[in-house]
């Protein structure tokens, strides 16, 4: 079951309970509806202390729902989660460099009072740093090179996409370096971008060799769990290891 509420004008507030059913998820997702109708910004609070189990049809319709949701998430300053539970903390954990626009955070059952104060405070969020992606001129069109800094915007990423996609034009293979600089993450309009999913796809066939630089942890060990499955030559180096990068990259 799931329960809305609107504690204060600027939050609202979802209480899941027992088992949630298909219904419930069409009823959030009207409610979610109603309020970006009327409302620029708003908290949200997401209650999952007596939440016990989902059925498969309402699962598919969240994901959905939620894909959905990506391009929108600038609109959520502050989402704060109600559980005991270990594993909304985890789910967290992984979010909240990806989603620099939205501050997350987890409050225990019996601090839901100050979850909902947190939710609605997000005037205090400051506006995002304007850094984005660089290119790097390499003086060779078969390695290219960008710089990452700051919070990757939707703009910045065709930036990157327009020289990645004049390469991949050509049969031979390139060599990619990416360096990362007080990366703060993405913002969430790129997750939902049709050229950021064709490039990530192309990329797989037409990279030879790929330095990482000075990448922030989450980001080498996704790298180095799933770099082994792809037929690209792909190495992690820290900061002070840039000059080696470029030493193997051009060899």
Do not use: C
């Amino acid at each position: 079951m799931i329960t809305i509420e609107s504690p204060v004008t600027n939050v609202l507030a979802i209480r899941l309970s027992g088992t949630v059913e298909k219904s419930d998820i069409e009823t959030m997702e009207k409610a979610f509806q109603d309020k970006l109708d009327t409302d620029d910004r708003f908290g949200l609070v997401a209650d999952m202390t007596d939440w016990t189990d989902i059925t498969g049809d309402a699962f598919a319709e969240d994901a959905k729902f939620e894909f959905g949701l990506l391009g929108k998430l600038n609109r959520f300053p502050r989402i704060a989660l109600v559980s005991d539970k270990k594993f909304p903390q985890a789910v967290m954990k992984v979010l909240d460099p990806l989603i620099p626009a939205v501050e997350l955070r987890v409050f225990p059952a019996t601090e839901r009072d100050q979850a909902i104060e947190f939710a609605s405070e997000f005037d205090e969020i400051g506006a995002l740093p304007k850094h984005g992606a660089t290119v790097l001129d390499t003086g060779n069109p078969k390695l290219l090179g960008f710089e990452i800094e700051g919070v990757l915007s939707n703009e910045d990423m065709e930036r990157v996409i327009e020289p990645l996609q004049h390469a991949y034009e050509s049969d031979q293979k390139i060599d990619l370096f990416v360096r990362w600089t007080n990366y703060r993450g993405v913002h969430p309009s790129i997750f939902v971008n049709p050229s950021f999913i064709s490039m990530k796809l192309s990329s797989i066939s037409h990279i030879r060799r790929y330095a990482v630089v000075g990448a922030p942890v989450w980001i080498k060990n996704l790298a180095g769990t799933i770099g082994s499955a792809l037929p690209i030559d792909m190495r992690l180096f820290d900061s002070d290891e840039e000059d080696e990068a470029w030493t193997w990259l051009r060899s």
